[in-house]
């Protein structure tokens, strides 16, 4: 089994920055990707991020040009940076690991980012 443990979230006022850290642990094989998805109260859990196993990156629209996506396979850490943050941001952020062979999915407990004045 593998556990995803987030650390990083909290309350940020807009154009500030956060850093969120998602470590893995337990039986790990290989990696096919980790990633990050969101989810605002009253809606559905969104995509955000995601980092290949070859170190290709992609971003959800809305957050291109001010986060980016890292990690550290060392450590089996992913990381978001999140830079210039708006209001709409606020949300529980979710971590996502996708095992080789693929289909083997994971899931952090979700960390809570706040954006306000």
């Known amino acids: 089994q593998v556990q995803l443990v987030e650390s990083g979230g909290g309350l940020v006022q807009p154009g500030g920055s956060l850093r969120l850290s998602c470590a893995a642990s337990g039986r790990i094989s290989s990696i096919y990707s980790m990633g990050w998805y969101r989810q605002a109260p009253g809606k559905e859990r969104e995509w955000v991020a995601v980092?290949?196993?070859?170190?290709?990156?992609n971003y959800a629209d809305s957050v291109k040009g001010r986060f980016t996506i890292s990690r550290d396979n060392v450590k089996n850490t992913v990381y978001l940076q999140m830079d210039s943050l708006k209001p709409e941001d606020t949300a529980v952020y979710y971590c996502?690991?996708?095992?080789?062979?693929?289909?083997?999915?994971?899931w952090g407990q979700g960390t809570q980012v706040t954006v306000s004045s």
């Open positions: 980092i290949i196993s070859g170190g290709n990156t």
């Open positions: 996502h690991f996708e095992m080789i062979p693929r289909g083997y999915n994971y």
